[in-house]
């Protein structure tokens, strides 16, 4: 069972440009999570998806990023217009269905992706 | 808030020799907390997590964490060290019944021969 895959590993835009990140969450999953981690700093969780929905996006910045997780295909996590401080590393994590009310489901990592903004 | 405070930027050991990395949370509620190790390049993996059952956590490749109430900390520990274990700790925590992780801000570990 391959684990969660990230693409591309790393990721180079001038400011101004789109940045496009995937994730391919592992088989089974229906969960997906994205999290940014700057440079000497801790992971900060952006957002929460199941297919096709946002549940939690408290973590996005307001403006320039989106992400939305098809029903076929993989999580897009996307930056218009991209500038110097969005360089950092994009991981993806995935989940399986979630076990209500408060049961974890460990959440698998992927290899990240490292966006470098020129 | 849900909170974790990592207390050691870096820390170094000889192989050979016991590992102790910090970790004291802050939670309004009855927190998850769980240890991540990220190796260079690589994706996190979960060592080990604490979900209000045993306090004492044992976890992968010799770890294991207390989670200690009165002193709202969540430290890891090994008892002797082995090259393979350099790399990055993240102690996180996450609110009962969320999905959100909330990370410290990591502890590398450096092994020396």
């Known amino acids: 069972n391959a684990g969660v895959m990230q693409n591309p590993r790393h990721l180079v835009r001038r400011r101004g440009q789109e940045a496009r990140l995937r994730c391919s969450p592992m088989?089974?999953?229906?969960?997906v999570y994205w999290y940014r981690q700057l440079p000497e700093e801790g992971l900060k969780f952006m957002v929460y998806?199941?297919?096709?929905?946002?549940?939690?996006e408290s973590g996005m910045p307001k403006e320039r990023f989106s992400a939305e997780f098809p029903k076929e295909g993989p999580s897009i996590l996307r930056i218009q217009q991209v500038v110097r401080g969005d360089s950092a590393a994009y991981f993806c994590?995935?989940?399986?269905?979630?076990?209500?009310?408060?049961?974890?489901?460990?959440?698998?990592f992927g290899p990240g992706t490292r966006l470098t903004v020129l | 808030a849900q909170s974790v405070t990592q207390l050691d930027s870096h820390v170094s050991v000889s192989e050979g020799t016991p590992v102790l990395l910090r970790c004291n949370y802050s939670?309004?509620?009855?927190?998850?907390l769980f240890w991540y190790v990220q190796h260079p390049n690589k994706g996190l993996q979960l060592l080990l997590k604490?979900?209000?059952?045993?306090?004492l956590v044992k976890g992968i490749n010799g770890f294991e964490a207390e989670f200690k109430k009165s002193e709202t900390s969540f430290h890891l520990t090994k008892p002797s060290a082995h090259m393979s274990d350099a790399a990055e700790y993240f102690c996180?925590?996450?609110?009962?019944?969320?999905?959100?992780?909330?990370f410290g801000t990591g502890t590398r570990l450096l092994v020396s021969p």
């Open positions: 994590a995935s989940s399986p269905s979630r076990t209500y009310p408060s049961s974890y489901n460990e959440q698998f």
């Open positions: 088989k089974g999953h229906s969960h």
């Open positions: 998806l199941q297919k096709e929905n946002i549940i939690d």
């Open positions: 939670s309004s509620y009855s927190p998850s």
């Open positions: 604490y979900t209000s059952a045993a306090t």
């Open positions: 996180v925590v996450s609110p009962t019944g969320f999905q959100k992780l909330v």
